[in-house]
């Protein structure tokens, strides 16, 4: 899914951007295809950059960030109408970690606009319409980092390859209904011989309570069946050991629901704002589990319920200056059954798996940001993340987040 | 669960009234809903996306407007990137083919005339600004009628069965409007000359007909905050030049304008932007008569 590129790779990649700029005619209307770069760098201050949540098994992007400075997700987005009866999209994050760039792609795909009577198909590699925070990349979330419960179930965000029918309902009353049908082996799925086992549906209402309040509710479903999960086992600091933490022959599905409540005086967001924002999954999945480290293993048949919630304000008190406060909870209820100690006992094969629960984790934020135009924003974060585990993880957080080229989407 | 969509879909459909005989009209400001409705009367049904109250630039792609573009035979924005960060995003989930751009059912009223302000030099540092010029065009008397023009042979177009009604309406707005011009040009004869400053550049189509001068802008780059900098820089100004008024909308925060106006006794001219930004303001022509009115009787 990685792959690295060349130096040289990257600057044909940014060219265009550069000519539009000498030419100075960049928008998303009047340049084909709008381009945009989104700048994003930090300074942390972290207690531990490793994250452990026990009772969840984390896979894709699930993380902390490194503690001291750090680039995070720079994102090149290019998108345009292809035709009268196609737009397309790419992105990508350019990532420097441990020495290294990479260029991740984050988003190819192509959608309908000429298909009428509300429908519309998507295909390619997406971010999965499911939940509310699912579609939005990471720079247009108000937090610095993601809720907990997105980490913990989806690895940061479901995003896979396959294909999304929607449609929308002819009523004054918003309906959004949709369905993927997707590889299924991006966690929490995993690999699958027919590549097609990943199912989503999702349906999302809302309207307007009057000129100064909007609301949007949203349910979704996610299902996959697996040969074989990897999931990111956890080290301890120091040890060179090789291991092994996978889930064989499983199957995972992830429901879930959203609320967005947002006010302005009379609808108008420009001084002042709010938005309540809050989600719900609850995730089973079962599966023969199985922990190899050196020549040492352990297995035993898992069956799993986690479930998580988030739920968040943010206010816009004046132009240019919002404040927020989010608290993120997760509670796992797992049953480990027939379990075959292999020179791994069981206590140790329940926290190296990451299977096996303790306290519920949670965690705090606050954050206070500040965007002098609709372009940039610098933001401040304190979080303090309880893992159930061990002491709790004090994140301090200095961001920001700047986009350069073509104007940014004002999603609701 | 796979037959939940396709099976509620067409329950849903079954429940949908069916196709009425106006034409549906998604506008992405009130100007446009008033212009529609004078020009198509009881032929089309408008909405507006936005109120007089609402910064235009700042709405976003709301659940009830995707409804409403989801359903609409006409969609008419101003155009020139005014709604660049919510339009193109109803547009691609609103699943309608007939308002897609370029398509009869796509209407941008900035695209039908001339753009005064376009930037020589785009960059942003200059500002928010707007690649194809100065978006608020309804403030152009004359730039309005020609699109008054393009947006009547567009419900034409649309609905040919009241070809001969829209002409009728058309020509009767018109003679109505230059008669109305010719009137608001003596009124406002003798504020020709006279010197302004202004919140943000949404009233230069109506200065720039009128023969006033903007000397200076609240906002230091357009889009962006008054800071005390900058306005310490306009008392400045008010020092060498004489201001008749501060000029505002009803949805701009007003701190820097009172700041300013406390210190220097220029008045605030609060005004409607665009229709029903008061209670006179009902239609383009109240709207006219009510902002003319306010900046003679300021004398």
Redesign the interface.
């Known amino acids: 899914m990685k792959l690295k590129i060349t130096l040289a790779a990257l600057i044909a990649a940014l060219s265009t951007s550069t000519h539009a700029k000498t030419t100075?005619?960049?928008?998303?209307?009047?340049f084909n295809p709008a381009i945009s770069f989104i700048l994003d760098g930090r300074y942390t201050d972290i207690d531990s950059s490793e994250l452990e949540l026990p009772g969840f098994q984390l896979g894709g992007e699930a993380g902390l960030p490194e503690n001291g400075f750090s680039t995070g997700h720079n994102e090149l987005s290019i998108s345009a109408?292809i035709d009268?009866k196609f737009?397309g999209l790419m992105t990508s994050a350019i990532v420097f970690e441990g020495g290294e760039t990479e260029f991740e792609l984050e988003e190819a795909y192509i959608?309908t606009?000429?298909?009428?009577?509300?429908?519309?198909i998507k295909g390619g590699r997406f971010f999965s319409g499911i939940g509310y925070l699912n579609g939005i990349h990471d720079h247009a979330h108000d937090f610095a980092d993601r809720p907990l419960v997105y980490d913990a179930l989806f690895g940061g965000h479901l995003v896979d390859t396959g294909v999304q029918?929607?449609?929308?309902?002819?009523?004054?009353?918003?309906?959004?209904?949709?369905?993927e049908v997707i590889t299924g082996s991006e966690f929490p799925g995993g690999e699958n011989e027919d590549g097609n086992k990943g199912?989503a549906?999702f349906i999302?209402?809302?309207?307007?309570i009057n000129?100064s309040s909007?609301?949007?509710f949203g349910a979704s479903?996610y299902q996959s069946e697996f040969d074989v999960r990897e999931a990111g086992g956890h080290h301890h600091g120091g040890e060179e050991t090789e291991a092994d933490n996978e889930l064989l022959n499983g199957e995972v599905d992830v429901t879930g629901i959203d609320f967005i409540y947002?006010w302005a005086p009379?609808?108008?967001?420009?001084?002042k704002n709010f938005k309540l924002q809050a989600e719900y999954f609850v995730k089973n999945e079962e599966g023969d589990a199985e922990f190899t480290e050196d020549s040492n293993t352990a297995e035993a048949s898992y069956d799993g319920e986690q479930t998580g919630f988030y739920i968040q304000g943010v206010y816009q008190f004046m132009?240019?200056w919002r404040v927020g406060l989010r608290y993120d909870h997760l509670e796992a209820d797992n049953i480990i059954a027939d379990f075959v100690n292999g020179g791994i006992d069981e206590d140790e094969f329940l926290e190296e798996s990451g299977l096996g629960a303790e306290d519920d984790p949670n965690k705090t934020s606050i954050m206070l940001d500040y965007s002098?135009?609709?372009?940039s924003r610098i933001r401040l974060q304190y979080s303090q993340l309880d893992n159930g585990h061990e002491d709790t993880n004090d994140i301090v957080t200095l961001q920001y987040t700047m986009s350069?080229g073509a104007?940014?989407?004002?999603?609701? | 669960?796979?037959l939940?969509?396709p099976t509620?879909?067409l329950i849903?459909?079954l429940?949908?009234s069916p196709a009425s005989a106006v034409v549906k009209v998604f506008a992405c400001e009130p100007e446009w809903k008033a212009l529609v409705e004078t020009l198509g009367g009881e032929y089309v049904k408008a909405s507006s996306a936005?109120?007089a109250?609402?910064?235009p630039?700042?709405?976003?792609?709301?659940?009830?407007l995707?409804?409403k573009t989801?359903?609409a035979d006409l969609i008419v924005c101003t155009?020139a990137?005014l709604e660049?960060?919510?339009l193109?995003?109803l547009?691609?989930?609103?699943?309608?083919?007939?308002i897609?751009?370029?398509e009869l059912g796509y209407f941008l009223a900035a695209d039908q005339v001339e753009r005064i302000e376009v930037p020589e030099?785009?960059?942003?540092s200059q500002?928010?600004l707007?690649?194809?010029g100065n978006p608020h065009v309804h403030w152009g008397p004359y730039r309005l009628l020609t699109i008054a023009k393009a947006l009547s042979d567009r419900l034409q177009k649309l609905d040919a069965k009241h070809v001969a009604q829209y002409r009728q309406r058309y020509q009767a707005f018109a003679t109505k409007w230059k008669k109305q011009i010719s009137k608001w040009e003596s009124q406002a004869a003798e504020l020709k000359g006279k010197k302004v400053i202004v919140y943000h550049k949404n009233w230069s189509y109506l200065l720039n007909w009128l023969g006033i001068e903007m000397v200076g802008n609240l906002e230091p780059k357009p889009?962006?905050?008054p800071t005390s900098a900058h306005l310490a820089n306009l008392l400045e100004l008010t020092r060498s030049t004489e201001i008749s008024y501060i000029m505002t909308t009803n949805?701009q925060?007003d701190k820097g304008a009172r700041w300013l106006s406390e210190k220097t006794d220029i008045p605030i001219l609060s005004l409607p932007y665009t229709v029903g930004g008061d209670k006179k303001a009902s239609d383009l022509i109240s709207l006219y008569d009510g902002v003319i009115s306010a900046l003679t009787n300021y004398q």
């Open positions: 100075g005619k960049i928008s998303g209307t009047e109408n009268d737009y959608e606009l000429k298909l009428g009577s509300g429908f519309t029918a929607r449609w929308v309902a002819p009523t004054d009353l918003f309906i959004n209904l949709g369905a199912l549906l999302k209402t809302g309207g307007d000129a909007s609301w949007q479903f947002k009379d609808g108008n967001r420009k001084n132009p240019a002098p135009s609709h372009f350069l104007h940014g989407a004002h999603t609701f | 669960m796979k939940l969509t509620l879909g849903l459909f429940l949908a936005t109120t109250f609402q910064d630039h700042y709405i976003e792609a709301r659940p009830s995707i409804a989801r359903r155009g990137e660049v960060g919510w193109p995003l547009l691609r989930q609103s699943g309608n083919s007939a897609q751009k370029n030099n785009l960059d942003r500002g928010d707007h690649a194809s889009g962006l905050p949805f925060n």
